[in-house]
Structure formats: structure tokens, C-alpha cells
């Protein structure tokens, strides 16, 4: 396995894919190729280009993130992303949406409890 492939199942890194970018962004602003890498080195795979930057345009048309471009060290321009508030508030809400599917998924779990605590 290379750190092209996922950890996980297609469809799981697939329904992940926004909320892993916005948790990448969330550490600092990259551009499209060091997002890639991130999300790799996360064991999310290597997003391809045709997958990637559809979706960085969406986030960024609502809102969740920002671009600007930036003069490459020693070639042409890049556009480098960061996290907007709304992003912010997005991924705090979409890792509380997680968290609330671990604890459905494993009952025994001390997140499961507190759920059922809750209600």
C-alpha cells in the first residue's frame, strides 16, 4: 500500500473528503499539492486534481475557506487556501457530527454514554 491508497473503505474517505480538508487547513493555509500530501499522510490517500479542486471551489464558493495566490520560490504563482471562520465553525460542527457516529457505532463507548445521558 502506498500513501496513494487509504487506510479506509472509498465511499468513508469519500463522505470524509470536506471535513478532512477543512481539519488540514484548520493546522495553516497550503496550496492544492501540500493539501494532497496532508491528507496522505493521513491516511486519507492522495487526492487526484480532478477530485481535489472541485471540491476546494465549492468550500471556497460557501464560504469555508478562502484562496489567494502566492509567487512560487522559483516558479509560477499557486493558489495557497486557508480556513475562514465559517470554516471554522463547519469542521467544529461536521467533528461533532463524527464523534456523535462513533458513539451510534460503538455503544460502549464513554462518547455513547454521554450521548445517552443527554437525552
Known amino acids: 500500500m502506498t500513501d496513494a491508497d487509504p487506510l479506509w473503505p472509498t465511499p468513508w474517505v469519500r463522505g470524509a473528503m470536506g471535513t478532512a480538508l477543512l481539519a488540514?487547513?484548520?493546522?495553516?493555509?497550503?496550496?492544492?499539492?501540500?493539501?494532497?500530501?496532508r491528507?496522505?499522510?493521513r491516511g486519507l490517500?492522495?487526492?487526484?486534481?480532478?477530485?481535489?479542486?472541485?471540491?476546494?471551489?465549492?468550500l471556497e464558493q460557501q464560504g469555508a475557506i478562502a484562496a489567494s495566490w502566492s509567487q512560487g520560490d522559483s516558479g509560477?504563482?499557486?493558489?495557497t487556501y486557508?480556513?475562514?471562520d465559517v470554516g471554522r465553525e463547519r469542521l467544529s460542527r461536521e467533528r461533532d457530527d463524527w464523534h456523535r457516529l462513533v458513539a451510534a457505532l460503538?455503544?460502549?463507548s464513554p462518547t455513547a454514554q454521554i450521548q445517552e445521558d443527554a437525552r
Open 24 to 37: 488540514v487547513l484548520a493546522e495553516e493555509p497550503l496550496h492544492g499539492y501540500a493539501i494532497a500530501e
Open 39 to 41: 491528507l496522505a499522510e
Open 45 to 58: 490517500g492522495r487526492p487526484k486534481g480532478g477530485s481535489l479542486y472541485p471540491l476546494l471551489n465549492s
Open 76 to 79: 509560477p504563482g499557486r493558489r
Open 82 to 84: 486557508r480556513l475562514t
Open 106 to 108: 460503538d455503544p460502549a
